[in-house]
């Protein structure tokens, strides 16, 4: 079992930035690929990107790429979201998960955080 809990959910303005993260108990973190997901309100969650378990493979959905960075420290046990240039529709429940071993591009994720909310006014 692995427990996730994120934060760094807030509101903020369009044009700026926050950075989520994401802790990891309960196993060897450094044996797992991570990834980010949102869910907006009345639509299905989305992948938004993924690393693997050296940090070496990142991947990223075109709706955000340029704009988010993925990262971890294996040290911590966390895993990062750096959010800049957010825009309106980038507002969102964003969800951590993990998989063993996983490839990024194609994971199927078993564990889940809880989410944390990310509000972009305009």
């Known amino acids: 079992q692995v427990q996730l809990v994120e934060s760094g959910g807030g509101l903020v303005q369009a044009g700026g930035s926050l950075r989520l993260s994401c802790a990891a108990s309960?196993?060897?973190?450094?044996?797992?690929?991570m990834g980010w997901f949102r869910q907006a309100s009345g639509k299905e969650r989305e992948f938004v990107a993924a690393?693997?378990?050296?940090?070496?493979?990142?991947y990223y959905s075109d709706s955000v790429k340029g704009r988010f960075t993925i990262a971890r420290d294996n040290a911590k046990n966390t895993v990062y979201l750096q959010m800049n240039s957010l825009k309106p529709e980038d507002t969102a429940v964003y969800y951590c998960?993990?998989?063993?071993?996983?490839?990024?591009?194609?994971?199927?994720?078993?564990?889940w955080g809880q989410g944390t909310q990310v509000t972009v006014s305009s």
């Open positions: 309960g196993r060897t973190f450094n044996d797992y690929t």
């Open positions: 690393i693997s378990w050296s940090g070496g493979s990142t």
């Open positions: 998960a993990a998989e063993f071993g996983a490839s990024v591009t194609s994971a199927k994720y078993r564990y």
